[in-house]
């Protein structure tokens, strides 16, 4: 209640705080500050377009019920009026299903409004009517397609929205006994599964955890968000508490008890239910696969010092989301080691369009056509009058300047335009996790047959990581990149990049004769000759981009590459060696050997007792 008594707290954390303290305590004056914040909003006039209007009609939502009889008659009617006005306004706002705007800018608005003055108002039956039938007909079969695991296509965006949605859906089950978790059992039935494994090992600033970048922004610093995600897991852990991994995900919850950011202290009086059991997370399978965004987590073990690693290879759906299949992140005892580059600012300026989102800036594959050319990215020509440059990376013919659709049944319509890349395969053997993808769709026919990439994680910190490509004409330059956090420094046969506690010992043996080259400093955000530097700095992004390519001009070529996380201290790592024949590629580690295909996407690893073929499909750990 401390937190409660503080006047200077705004939105909903302010309407909520100083409103429980009404109901708890009776104290009225806070009731009546509550009130107050949500007629501010009331009297500032209506809210339109791709801006929070949602949110504004959540906050009064919550003061009128909390401090209900605090509103005078005319007070009401103002909320009522306003109710409306909003609804009338934004009937062509946030219309996508894909997007974070439905949910948070828009729809748990007009439910918390809807639920908190059915008895009075006319319309909110209606309203509410309208999104059940919404949800029920574009939401769930949209969360079904691109959130099938838990992920969400759109990336780190599903931060933004998570808890104001899951928020309004446990009052509509408290309310009205409607179970909006229960009708998505692909994506709210394992989001807080997913949402635990898109957590960084460790515990940051504040004692909050830091969730993965994806797409857009990145969570480099600390902000609500942290606080948001982890309410978000605790509702959808007190909705499935007899579950054993909704459990599991408790206990994890559990090793943060309290939101980072004292002025949120409201999330943990309402969300934190210490009767809902704990399960054994030591134990707990340490990889997690969503096949609807296309991502693969692992991590070496539970500790907060442990390996963590990502992987996406997905489709289309909507803003937020970048040129970037193929994609990695390894983290390792505390920090990042390989990372998502540039600087999230500005939605649709040079930086953005031209280095942020785009191939480039990732751990992925390029491959240049220098006829090639860009057009329509976040309408960066049309609002800005920008160009936008030839990276030699992913393409999408966008539609539309955000390349994002309305839901899935517009996905389905449209599916060979939206339909970039696909997870293949993923098993997790315990010593050993196999996952691959085809990432061929994602770039432009004329330049490029197939792209494909397999990735064996050989715990606890070995990765090893196989390419096939195939470009239309020989002279198309291929690029295979890693985004490392600091500068590497060469060790023998290594690159060696050193972040804090970890390291990563990078050793290339495809291509046999290849060039290195480190783009760093005020080369970082260069390409064929432009530059695209960011003009704000949104948290430490990797200090270098390391390039490897061939020598030699071939329509065919492969890239073989041997990532080992070790701790800072540590001087060398087992070498590997490679042999190759017309069928495949055999690696020799350590112990280990596998192998892959030179003409198919298959392989086999072997580590002492017998061969194991790799699988050719997704098999759900």
Not at 176 to 193: H, K, N, T, V, W
Not at 350 to 372: C, F, G
């Amino acid at each position: 209640l401390e937190q409660a008594r503080n006047t200077e707290i705004k939105g909903t954390a302010g309407v909520v705080s100083c409103g429980l303290a009404y109901v708890i305590e009776g104290d009225q004056e806070l009731g009546m500050h509550s009130k107050q914040l949500a007629l501010e909003i009331v009297r500032k006039g209506v809210m339109q377009g791709h801006i929070r209007f949602g949110d504004a009609l959540a906050n009064i939502a919550l003061a009128y019920d909390l401090t209900y009889p605090l509103w005078s008659d005319e007070e009401k009617q103002e909320f009522f009026q306003y109710f409306d006005q909003t609804v009338d306004a934004n009937t062509q706002s946030e219309t996508s299903v894909f997007h974070n705007g439905w949910y948070s800018y828009k729809h748990w608005g007009y439910g918390m409004a809807g639920y908190a003055t059915y008895y009075e108002h006319e319309r909110s039956s209606q309203v509410l009517a309208d999104l059940e039938k919404e949800y029920l007909e574009r939401v769930v079969p949209s969360f079904a397609l691109a959130g099938d695991g838990g992920g969400w296509a759109e990336g780190y965006y599903v931060n933004y929205w998570i808890y104001e949605w899951t928020f309004f859906c446990e009052v509509a089950s408290r309310v009205e006994g409607l179970d909006y978790f229960g009708i998505s059992p692909e994506f709210m039935g394992q989001r807080a599964i997913a949402g635990m494994f898109e957590m960084y090992p460790g515990i940051g600033k504040y004692n909050s955890r830091r969730a993965i970048p994806m797409g857009d922004s990145g969570g480099r610093r600390f902000g609500s968000d942290r606080d948001k995600t982890m309410a978000a897991r605790r509702i959808l852990v007190n909705r499935f508490r007899d579950d054993p991994e909704h459990q599991v995900v408790n206990a994890f919850n559990e090793l943060t008890p309290g939101v980072g950011a004292l002025t949120q202290s409201y999330m943990d009086f309402l969300w934190r239910d210490t009767s809902v059991p704990q399960g054994d997370l030591a134990s707990f399978r340490t990889s997690h696969v969503a096949t609807g965004p296309g991502y693969v987590y692992a991590r070496s073990d539970w500790n907060e010092d442990a390996t963590y690693f990502f992987f996406k290879c997905g489709d289309r759906f909507t803003a937020h989301q970048h040129l970037d299949n193929g994609h990695f992140l390894i983290y390792s005892r505390g920090g990042e080691l390989a990372a998502d580059g540039g600087q999230y600012y500005h939605f649709g300026k040079k930086h953005d369009v031209n280095y942020q989102i785009r191939t480039v800036a990732h751990s992925t594959l390029r491959v240049y056509d220098p006829e090639e050319s860009w057009h329509n990215i976040r309408a960066y020509e049309k609002l800005f009058d920008g160009v936008m440059d030839n990276d030699g990376g992913q393409h999408h013919d966008f539609p539309h300047h955000n390349g994002s659709v309305g839901d899935a049944q517009q996905w389905n319509a449209n599916r060979q335009l939206y339909e970039l890349a696909d997870l293949l395969a993923f098993q997790d053997e315990g010593g050993w996790l196999y996952t691959a993808g085809d990432c061929s769709r994602a770039y432009k026919p004329k330049k490029l047959e197939y792209f494909t990439r397999q990735i064996v994680y050989i715990r606890p910190g070995t990765f090893v990581i196989y390419d096939r490509v195939r470009t239309t004409k020989p002279e198309y330059e291929k690029t295979w990149q890693l985004m490392a956090m600091n500068v590497p420094v060469k060790h023998d046969q290594w690159q060696v990049v050193t972040n804090g506690e970890g390291r990563v010992f990078v050793q290339t043996l495809l291509p046999r004769e290849h060039s290195l080259s480190l783009h760093r400093g005020d080369k970082l955000h260069s390409y064929y000759g432009q530059s695209h530097p960011p003009e704000q700095e949104k948290g430490r992004e990797p200090a270098c981009r390391i390039e490897i390519k061939p020598r030699r001009a071939s329509t065919d070529d492969y890239f073989l590459h041997v990532l080992t996380t070790t701790a800072s201290s540590a001087n060398d790592v087992p070498l590997a060696e490679v042999a190759e024949n017309d069928d495949e590629i055999v690696i020799e580690l350590g112990g280990t050997k596998l192998a892959f295909g030179r003409n198919a996407v298959r392989g086999w690893i072997d580590q002492g007792n017998g061969r194991q073929e790799f699988t050719d499909r997704i098999i759900k750990p």
